[in-house]
Protein backbone atom coordinates (compact mmCIF):
# COMPACT_ATOMS: atom_id res chain seq x y z
CA UNK A 1 0.00 0.00 0.00
CA UNK A 2 1.39 3.38 -1.18
CA UNK A 3 2.62 5.79 1.96
CA UNK A 4 0.19 8.58 1.32
CA UNK A 5 -2.43 6.20 1.04
CA UNK A 6 -1.77 4.48 4.09
CA UNK A 7 -2.37 7.53 6.40
CA UNK A 8 -5.49 8.45 4.47
CA UNK A 9 -6.67 5.08 5.10
CA UNK A 10 -5.22 5.77 8.60
CA UNK A 11 -6.64 8.56 9.11
CA UNK A 12 -10.17 6.99 8.21
CA UNK A 13 -10.29 4.68 10.12
CA UNK A 14 -8.71 6.91 13.47
CA UNK A 15 -11.74 9.39 13.03
CA UNK A 16 -14.32 6.35 12.48
CA UNK A 17 -13.09 4.49 15.76
CA UNK A 18 -13.44 8.09 17.73
CA UNK A 19 -16.82 8.40 16.47
CA UNK A 20 -17.27 4.65 17.46
CA UNK A 21 -16.21 5.15 21.25
CA UNK A 22 -18.16 8.09 21.27
CA UNK A 23 -21.66 6.88 20.44
CA UNK A 24 -20.67 3.35 21.97
CA UNK A 25 -20.33 5.40 25.27
CA UNK A 26 -23.53 7.95 24.88
CA UNK A 27 -25.79 4.54 24.12
CA UNK A 28 -24.57 2.82 27.68
CA UNK A 29 -24.06 5.31 29.87
CA UNK A 30 -25.89 8.66 28.97
CA UNK A 31 -29.85 9.37 27.61
CA UNK A 32 -28.60 11.69 24.83
CA UNK A 33 -29.32 10.98 21.52
CA UNK A 34 -26.12 9.61 19.51
CA UNK A 35 -28.54 9.89 15.89
CA UNK A 36 -26.64 13.03 14.43
CA UNK A 37 -22.54 11.20 15.44
CA UNK A 38 -24.11 7.76 14.33
CA UNK A 39 -25.48 9.20 11.06
CA UNK A 40 -22.19 11.37 10.46
CA UNK A 41 -19.83 8.39 10.54
CA UNK A 42 -22.02 6.53 7.80
CA UNK A 43 -21.57 9.76 5.36
CA UNK A 44 -17.93 9.61 6.65
CA UNK A 45 -17.64 6.47 4.48
CA UNK A 46 -18.90 7.61 1.86
CA UNK A 47 -17.58 10.70 1.20
CA UNK A 48 -14.27 8.24 1.95
CA UNK A 49 -15.67 5.80 -0.92
CA UNK A 50 -16.49 8.97 -3.07
CA UNK A 51 -12.55 10.03 -2.77
CA UNK A 52 -11.77 6.58 -3.89
CA UNK A 53 -13.68 6.50 -6.84
CA UNK A 54 -12.11 10.11 -8.28
CA UNK A 55 -8.72 8.52 -7.75
CA UNK A 56 -9.73 5.70 -9.76
CA UNK A 57 -12.86 5.40 -11.29
CA UNK A 58 -13.04 1.27 -11.61
CA UNK A 59 -16.41 -0.19 -11.75
CA UNK A 60 -15.58 -1.93 -8.89
CA UNK A 61 -15.48 0.94 -7.16
CA UNK A 62 -18.89 2.54 -9.09
CA UNK A 63 -20.82 -0.10 -7.36
CA UNK A 64 -19.37 -0.04 -3.65
CA UNK A 65 -19.75 3.99 -3.24
CA UNK A 66 -23.56 3.56 -5.22
CA UNK A 67 -24.35 1.32 -2.50
CA UNK A 68 -22.69 3.13 0.10
CA UNK A 69 -24.92 6.00 -0.96
CA UNK A 70 -27.65 3.67 -1.06
CA UNK A 71 -26.66 3.13 2.31
CA UNK A 72 -27.02 6.88 3.32
CA UNK A 73 -30.18 7.02 1.76
CA UNK A 74 -31.56 4.35 3.60
CA UNK A 75 -30.28 5.27 6.93
CA UNK A 76 -32.10 8.51 6.47
CA UNK A 77 -35.10 7.00 6.53
CA UNK A 78 -34.72 4.56 9.37
CA UNK A 79 -32.38 6.29 11.41
CA UNK A 80 -32.47 9.92 11.14
CA UNK A 81 -35.91 10.29 10.33
CA UNK A 82 -37.15 6.82 11.79
CA UNK A 83 -40.15 7.17 9.57
CA UNK A 84 -41.06 5.59 5.93
CA UNK A 85 -39.51 1.92 6.53
CA UNK A 86 -40.71 0.40 3.59
CA UNK A 87 -39.03 2.53 1.18
CA UNK A 88 -35.40 2.67 3.45
CA UNK A 89 -35.58 -1.08 3.69
CA UNK A 90 -36.50 -1.31 0.15
CA UNK A 91 -33.21 1.02 -0.72
CA UNK A 92 -31.21 -1.27 1.48
CA UNK A 93 -32.32 -4.23 -0.89
CA UNK A 94 -31.07 -2.36 -3.58
CA UNK A 95 -27.59 -1.74 -1.68
CA UNK A 96 -27.38 -5.23 -1.88
CA UNK A 97 -28.00 -6.36 -5.13
CA UNK A 98 -25.39 -3.91 -5.67
CA UNK A 99 -23.09 -5.85 -3.45
CA UNK A 100 -24.27 -8.92 -5.23
CA UNK A 101 -23.21 -7.40 -8.74
CA UNK A 102 -19.89 -6.68 -7.60
CA UNK A 103 -19.43 -10.40 -6.28
CA UNK A 104 -20.22 -11.74 -10.06
CA UNK A 105 -17.10 -9.24 -10.91
CA UNK A 106 -15.03 -11.25 -8.66
CA UNK A 107 -16.35 -14.63 -9.31
CA UNK A 108 -18.53 -16.49 -12.30
CA UNK A 109 -22.30 -16.34 -12.11
CA UNK A 110 -23.11 -19.72 -10.00
CA UNK A 111 -26.29 -21.45 -11.00
CA UNK A 112 -26.45 -22.62 -7.10
CA UNK A 113 -26.20 -18.75 -6.34
CA UNK A 114 -28.88 -17.92 -8.41
CA UNK A 115 -31.12 -20.57 -7.13
CA UNK A 116 -30.42 -19.46 -3.50
CA UNK A 117 -31.33 -16.08 -4.20
CA UNK A 118 -34.74 -17.07 -6.33
CA UNK A 119 -35.82 -19.94 -4.12
CA UNK A 120 -34.48 -18.65 -0.32
CA UNK A 121 -36.67 -15.51 0.06
CA UNK A 122 -39.63 -17.89 -1.89
CA UNK A 123 -39.43 -20.27 0.64
CA UNK A 124 -39.38 -18.02 3.42
CA UNK A 125 -42.11 -16.38 2.58
CA UNK A 126 -44.32 -19.53 1.66
CA UNK A 127 -43.35 -20.74 5.82
CA UNK A 128 -44.57 -17.04 6.78
CA UNK A 129 -47.70 -17.43 5.06
CA UNK A 130 -48.78 -20.72 7.29
CA UNK A 131 -48.40 -18.37 10.46
CA UNK A 132 -50.50 -15.38 9.16
CA UNK A 133 -53.23 -14.24 6.99
CA UNK A 134 -51.53 -11.89 5.18
CA UNK A 135 -47.30 -11.14 4.17
CA UNK A 136 -47.30 -7.41 4.80
CA UNK A 137 -45.08 -5.08 2.17
CA UNK A 138 -42.51 -4.93 4.83
CA UNK A 139 -41.88 -8.34 5.68
CA UNK A 140 -41.92 -9.61 2.05
CA UNK A 141 -39.04 -6.93 1.42
CA UNK A 142 -37.32 -7.03 4.70
CA UNK A 143 -37.58 -11.28 3.54
CA UNK A 144 -36.14 -10.81 0.02
CA UNK A 145 -33.19 -7.77 1.73
CA UNK A 146 -31.79 -10.26 4.57
CA UNK A 147 -31.61 -13.14 2.36
CA UNK A 148 -29.77 -11.82 -0.06
CA UNK A 149 -27.44 -9.88 2.41
CA UNK A 150 -27.41 -13.75 3.54
CA UNK A 151 -26.16 -14.95 0.22
CA UNK A 152 -23.63 -12.08 -0.32
CA UNK A 153 -21.85 -12.97 3.11
CA UNK A 154 -21.55 -16.58 1.88
CA UNK A 155 -20.57 -15.90 -1.74
CA UNK A 156 -17.87 -13.40 -0.43
CA UNK A 157 -16.60 -15.97 1.89
CA UNK A 158 -16.71 -18.91 -0.79
CA UNK A 159 -14.46 -16.24 -3.48
CA UNK A 160 -12.57 -14.88 -0.95
CA UNK A 161 -9.06 -16.93 -1.51
CA UNK A 162 -7.05 -15.05 -3.34
CA UNK A 163 -9.18 -11.71 -3.09
CA UNK A 164 -7.59 -9.28 0.11
CA UNK A 165 -10.28 -7.23 -0.92
CA UNK A 166 -13.12 -9.48 -0.80
CA UNK A 167 -12.06 -10.86 2.90
CA UNK A 168 -12.61 -7.89 3.75
CA UNK A 169 -15.91 -7.42 2.31
CA UNK A 170 -16.59 -10.83 3.62
CA UNK A 171 -16.13 -9.50 7.16
CA UNK A 172 -18.03 -6.32 6.42
CA UNK A 173 -20.93 -8.62 5.16
CA UNK A 174 -21.22 -10.65 7.71
CA UNK A 175 -20.93 -7.84 10.34
CA UNK A 176 -23.98 -5.91 8.65
CA UNK A 177 -25.88 -9.51 8.68
CA UNK A 178 -25.04 -9.39 12.57
CA UNK A 179 -26.80 -6.18 12.98
CA UNK A 180 -29.46 -7.13 11.18
CA UNK A 181 -30.15 -10.16 13.56
CA UNK A 182 -29.73 -7.25 16.10
CA UNK A 183 -32.47 -5.01 14.60
CA UNK A 184 -34.80 -8.41 14.33
CA UNK A 185 -34.11 -8.83 18.50
CA UNK A 186 -34.99 -5.33 18.81
CA UNK A 187 -38.14 -5.67 16.51
CA UNK A 188 -40.01 -9.18 18.31
CA UNK A 189 -41.77 -7.06 20.43
CA UNK A 190 -43.65 -5.95 17.35
CA UNK A 191 -44.55 -9.52 16.42
CA UNK A 192 -46.32 -10.03 19.81
CA UNK A 193 -43.09 -12.13 21.22
CA UNK A 194 -41.91 -11.19 24.69
CA UNK A 195 -38.03 -11.93 24.92
CA UNK A 196 -35.31 -12.05 28.01
CA UNK A 197 -34.55 -8.05 28.89
CA UNK A 198 -31.01 -9.16 28.47
CA UNK A 199 -31.69 -10.62 24.60
CA UNK A 200 -33.70 -6.92 24.27
CA UNK A 201 -30.65 -5.17 25.40
CA UNK A 202 -28.31 -7.19 23.09
CA UNK A 203 -30.49 -6.31 20.38
CA UNK A 204 -30.77 -2.43 21.19
CA UNK A 205 -26.96 -1.76 21.31
CA UNK A 206 -25.89 -4.66 19.13
CA UNK A 207 -27.07 -3.13 16.05
CA UNK A 208 -24.56 -0.31 15.93
CA UNK A 209 -21.58 -2.21 17.73
CA UNK A 210 -21.98 -4.12 14.36
CA UNK A 211 -22.87 -1.85 12.26
CA UNK A 212 -20.17 0.71 11.69
CA UNK A 213 -17.34 -1.42 11.58
CA UNK A 214 -19.64 -3.24 8.90
CA UNK A 215 -19.71 -0.44 6.94
CA UNK A 216 -16.22 0.86 7.75
CA UNK A 217 -14.79 -2.32 6.54
CA UNK A 218 -16.63 -2.47 2.85
CA UNK A 219 -15.58 0.87 2.37
CA UNK A 220 -12.01 0.15 3.24
CA UNK A 221 -12.67 -3.09 0.59
CA UNK A 222 -12.19 -1.13 -2.24
CA UNK A 223 -8.46 -0.43 -1.95
CA UNK A 224 -6.82 -2.13 -5.08
CA UNK A 225 -3.59 -1.35 -3.31
CA UNK A 226 -4.44 -4.44 -0.51
CA UNK A 227 -4.96 -6.80 -3.13
CA UNK A 228 -2.43 -9.49 -3.93
CA UNK A 229 -2.95 -9.97 -7.25
Not at 10 to 35: K, N, P, Q, R, W
Not at 129 to 148: M, Q, R
Request: glycine fraction near 6%; charge should be neutral.
Amino acid sequence: MAFNEKIKSGIFVAVEAVLYIIFICMDLFTGCSSVAIKYFSIILCLIFSFCLLIKERRPDNVLVTTALAGTSVADLFLLVLNDHYLTGVSVFLIVQILYALRLIRFDRLHPYIVGARLLLPFMIIISLSFTTDLIAPLTAVTVLYYSNLLINAFEAWYIRKGHDRMFIFAVGLTLFACCDLCVGLHNMVDFGIDLPGAITKIGDYGMWIFYLPAIVLITLSQLRSIENE
